[in-house]
């Protein structure tokens, strides 16, 4: 399926790389006015000139706009800088199969495997439509001539631009280019802001989960949900005749005979169904280097037994395995996904024969070796294997947890680190909201009147339209040129040097003379471009760090 998508999506383009060839043969764009720019078609156009001039008529509002905008862009700018140095230091921390590919830090869609196609292309239309159109407006209102606007196609619309006179704006005050500038990236984040408020407030607090129960979030690979038909995003609604109204009620569940079928109802996609699945406490992440890995124990595999005490359930593992005896072997033994009968072609999970005992290590000694600052006293009685557990090999959250990311964002959490998370949904794979994951909830209140593909298309609408708008305006406003935000910096560093400048005493002029305009426009572009080297090598510090 991916692959026929891939090869779609290259025949598409191969199709519209050779119309562009042709019409550019031809002439063709030239007779109607289009030109071509790289892999794009630019349509251009004075349509709109006019419409933009009647907005800017209020020059004293876009004026107070423009002088937020700086405060806005400069901002962004220090944050984004100490993100990125920050960044810096911690790469040096990173393993290779860590670090961000190449295509991960570009944030278009079609390339970034993360972004949505179509949501992704909504996105970056509004975004780069907004942020030329503040850039129009504040043209006009340092009355500077507008030459053309128009917009950019990629196969479909990909954005928009305006083109003001260029000699007109180098020969502007530098307030109104640093307006003029600092309006664009300005603009996408108010407009990232607007649609978070509108998500956060509006959207998301009206959808509410359909039933109880216990959301699948992940399975184990060869567990017994991962091998008997349990998917993500399937909700367990009850297990033989135990209800199962949250997380707490599944982690507290007892299992009579470890391996023993189970019958499991589950919610998934919006249709109920039963599946038979073998219980137990099962292993999920196995520690390379400590016991469970040294005895041979895998992933997906369910404890039956451990130091001659049957593991009926999770309190049961976590209290033997404490008190079991370290430094020396105890019996163990593991069930394993295998054949029952081969004639019939029958898989259950059956006894690993080869796995009979294991020694642990105290988890002081663990705790000293990896984290000697969160050592405990009390830990050098304690056993400890190196491994996660579960029951029947899943990871799950109550119903609520998907939509209290969208409507409590900044719950429990300091405000920096709750805005990076709210960043981070796509790497959390709970964005966008669609399928399995969305059929967990329904709209209510007003919203309830909207079908429900039309109200998560406008759920995810909002949320990528904010989070392409705030990476398209923060990313413009890195103090690095060609970005917007180069220019702002070269401009209101230039300013601080002029009235610094005006402050200066008589006497200080005669012991060192100011420096002369030219002299300061060049220190000033050698400043700006050693900055925009800095920030390119921070960038590509990203990739190239960890891999050194």
């Known amino acids: ?41 630019m349509v251009k156009t004075v349509r709109g000139k006019q419409f933009i001039d009647r907005i800017a008529r209020r020059a004293k509002l876009w004026t107070v706009y423009g002088r937020i905008s700086i405060g806005v862009t400069v901002g962004s700018m220090i944050a984004l800088m100490v993100l990125l140095i920050w960044q810096a230091f911690l790469v040096t921390t990173m393993s290779s199969s860590q670090a961000p590919s190449p295509e991960m830090l570009v944030g278009l869609p079609g390339i970034n495997p993360l972004i949505p196609l179509w949501y992704g292309i ?23 001539k507008i030459e053309s606007m128009g917009i ?46 509108i ?43 135990w209800p199962i109204s949250n997380t707490s009620s599944l982690s507290h569940i ?34 390379a280097g400590l016991p469970a890995h040294n005895a041979g124990l895998k992933p997906g595999m369910i404890i039956e037994s451990l130091d001659d005490t049957i593991i009926h359930d999770l ?19 593991v069930l394993e996904h295998g054949i029952v009968n081969s004639t019939a072609g029958t898989y259950w999970f059956v006894k690993n024969q080869s796995i009979t005992n294991i020694t642990l290590t ?25 491994v996660t557990s579960t029951v029947f090999g899943i990871g799950v959250q109550n119903p609520d947890y998907v939509i209290l990311k969208y409507s409590k964002p900044f719950d429990g959490q300091d405000f920096v680190t709750s805005s990076l998370r709210l960043i981070a949904m796509p790497f959390m794979g709970i964005t966008p909201v669609e399928g399995p994951m969305a059929a967990l909830y329904e709209p209510t209140g007003a919203l309830s009147i909207m079908p429900a593909w039309l109200y998560w298309i406008l759920f995810n609408s909002f949320y990528w339209v904010f989070w392409i708008n705030l990476m ?19 401009d209101v560093m230039k300013g601080f040097v002029v009235r610094a400048r005006r402050k200066r005493s008589g006497l200080d002029k005669i012991v060192a003379p100011p420096i002369g305009d030219k002299e300061l426009d060049r220190i000033v572009g050698v400043v700006t471009l050693l900055i925009s080297v800095f920030v390119l090598f921070l960038i590509v510090w990203t990739i190239v760090g960890p891999r050194i």
């Open 254 to 287: 007892s299992f009579g005979t470890p391996g023993s079928p189970y019958n499991i109802t589950i919610l998934y996609n919006g249709n109920q169904s039963k599946v038979m699945v073998p219980g137990g406490v099962v292993l999920g992440q196995v520690y």
């Open 122 to 144: 909504l996105g970056l239309v509004v975004a780069v439509f907004v942020h030329e159109f503040a850039h129009g407006i504040l043209s006009r209102v340092a009355k500077i």
């Open 362 to 386: 105290s988890k002081w000694l663990y705790y000293e070796t990896n984290f000697p600052e969160n050592n405990k006293e009390e830990y050098k009685n304690i056993s400890y294997m190196g």
């Open 199 to 241: 998500l956060v407030c509006v959207f998301a607090p009206s959808a509410r989960p359909i039933s109880d129960g216990a959301v699948v979030v992940s399975t184990i690979p060869d567990s017994p949900a991962e091998k008997f038909g349990i998917s993500p995003w399937s909700e367990i609604i009850n297990i033989d005749a």
């Open 1 to 41: 399926m991916c692959l026929d998508g891939y090869l779609l999506t290259l025949i598409v383009l191969l199709v519209w790389f050779a119309i562009l060839i042709l019409g550019w043969k031809t002439k063709f764009w030239e007779k109607i006015h289009f030109q071509v720019y790289g892999p794009f078609l």
């Open 315 to 333: 309190d049961d593992f976590h209290s033997v395995l404490e008190n079991a005896s370290h430094m020396t072997p105890v019996n163990i033994s």
């Open 472 to 490: 398209v305006g923060l990313t413009n406003a890195l103090p690095a040129l060609p970005l917007d935000g180069g220019f702002v910096f070269r």
């Open 152 to 197: 950019l196609l990629l196969i479909v619309p990909m954005g928009a631009f305006v083109e003001p006179n260029e000699e007109q704006i180098r020969d502007t005050t530098r307030a109104n280019r640093t307006r003029l500038y600092a309006a664009g990236p300005a603009t996408n984040i108010f407009v990232a802001f607007i649609c978070l408020v």
